[in-house]
């Protein structure tokens, strides 16, 4: 209730601020408007940039197959090798 009661109080207390000082109100309004602009812009801008590179960074990863001599290619192999051995072994317990 006194949340209430103060946002009440802190809202009137504006309107009435701002009929009082209505051209200062506004000239501070002309003053904020194109800087809000300027870093709005920039933001956006930083932002699409950010975006458009990481769609550019995808875009080599998924064009670019894996090799054989590319290291993570030698890793493919050592685990295939290993997952042949490992299911061998299993078999061989298998059958004891």
């Known amino acids: 209730m006194k949340t209430l009661i103060g946002g009440a109080v802190a809202a009137l207390l504006g309107v009435i601020g701002i009929v009082v000082w209505w051209p200062q109100f506004l000239v501070v ?3 904020t408007i194109p800087v809000m602009l ?51 072994e299993i078999e061989k317990l298998k059958k004891e």
Request: charged content about 35%; aromatic content about 8%; cysteine-free.
């Open 29 to 31: 309004l002309a003053g």
């Open 38 to 88: 300027l870093l709005g812009g920039a933001l956006a801008i930083y932002l699409g940039y950010d975006e458009l590179k990481d769609s550019w960074n995808k875009d080599e990863t998924q064009s670019e197959p894996v090799t054989a001599s590319d290291p993570a290619g030698e890793d493919v192999e050592k685990y295939k090798n290993e997952i042949d051995e490992l299911k061998q």
